[in-house]
């Protein structure tokens, strides 16, 4: 009984009101009245601390995603008085590709960085590099009609080192940092009629050859004399990227330019395509392909004749495989 009387106190004082006990409350005339068992009582219940619920905020969702892929692909094959004969080898690919996009309602803004290099090195013979590749996109859009936006696109592409050929009179440059490198802006329009495909129509774009190597310029369409060319014309660009499975995800990208400066007949395509297979968390198998058609672009065959050609490239990679962020492979 001592015990309920005790809490019961505890809880009437507890829920008196506030003016009842004052931080005077010893010199108060009704804190005075009270017996010494109260007065007791009436301390502890000021005392005691009275737990609150604990109010959780939810925090403000952004704008903006982000995430990164991370491949790499190595393989290594050593030869010791091998009869059939060969040479010992390594072999490595890396892949990085990165985007940063923000999206409200009627406005996006996306960002994409692909980075790739790769090198084979064949001991005995020479060390030769198989990838090299620098892109960067970013494209701007802002809601016209229903799923169609007024955009402005912009794009740069280069390499990160030399590249050569082996031709039995020696090596040959072939290529290198911005030799060359490609810019371009386009304004137009972008339709997407789903989250996976974005068709994008820019009747006014301009690109800038620039190609800083002089020997290397007239093979890719630069005078001798000629650091950097303009370029304008229209461009078709048409982005597709799904997960059709849980393990199996497509990437494409196909860009068609029209250079009304120069021969808009000719229709220069750059076509790149990439296929990842998820074996587990951390390895894939995977294909990207790159297929190329510039008729300013000349290429010799094997008896050393330059013409324009198709140009395709396909690297088969399964190796380490991680993913940073919100990228969905």
Request: overall charge positive; aromatic content about 14%.
């Amino acid at each position: 009984m001592r015990k309920l009387f005790v809490i019961a106190a505890i809880t009437l004082i507890s829920a008196a009101p506030s003016s009842l006990f004052s931080q005077n409350e010893n010199t108060s005339k009704e804190y005075q009245i009270l017996s010494e068992n109260h007065k007791m009582l009436v301390d502890i219940a000021l005392k005691a601390k009275i737990p609150q619920p604990e109010v959780k905020i939810a925090p403000v969702p952004s704008n903006w995603s982000k995430g990164s892929l991370l491949q790499l692909g190595f393989s290594q094959m050593s030869l010791s008085n091998w009869a059939a004969g060969g040479y010992s080898s390594v072999a490595l690919n890396a892949y990085v590709n990165m985007f940063k996009t923000y999206e409200v309602k009627d406005m996006f803004w996306e960002n994409r960085l692909q980075l790739a290099w790769g090198f084979i090195n064949s001991f005995g013979d020479k060390f030769k590099k198989s990838d090299d590749k620098i892109i960067f996109d970013s494209k701007y859009g802002y809601r016209a009609w229903n799923k169609v936006f007024a955009s402005a696109a912009f794009n740069f592409r280069s390499q990160f080192s030399n590249s050569f050929n082996y031709p039995s009179s020696g090596k040959v440059l072939v290529s290198g940092p911005f030799s060359p490198a490609y810019f371009s802006f386009g304004i137009g329009l972008d339709y997407k009629p789903a989250k996976v495909l974005s068709i994008n129509f820019s009747p006014l774009t301009s690109n800038l050859v620039i190609v800083t190597k002089e020997e290397l310029r007239v093979k890719y369409g630069n005078r001798v004399d000629q650091p950097a060319k303009l370029e304008l014309g229209a461009q078709l660009k048409i982005d597709y990227k799904q997960q059709l499975s849980k393990n199996l995800a497509v990437a494409s990208n196909l860009i068609l330019f029209s250079d009304f400066l120069k021969n808009p007949q000719n229709i220069k395509v750059n076509w790149d395509l990439f296929i990842d297979a998820k074996i587990n968390k951390y390895f894939s198998t995977n294909i990207r392909t790159n297929l190329i058609y510039d008729d300013n672009i000349l290429i010799p065959d094997k008896d050393g004749v330059l013409d324009k050609r198709v140009q395709f490239k396909e690297i088969l990679s399964v190796g380490f495989s991680y993913t940073f962020g919100q990228f969905k492979k």
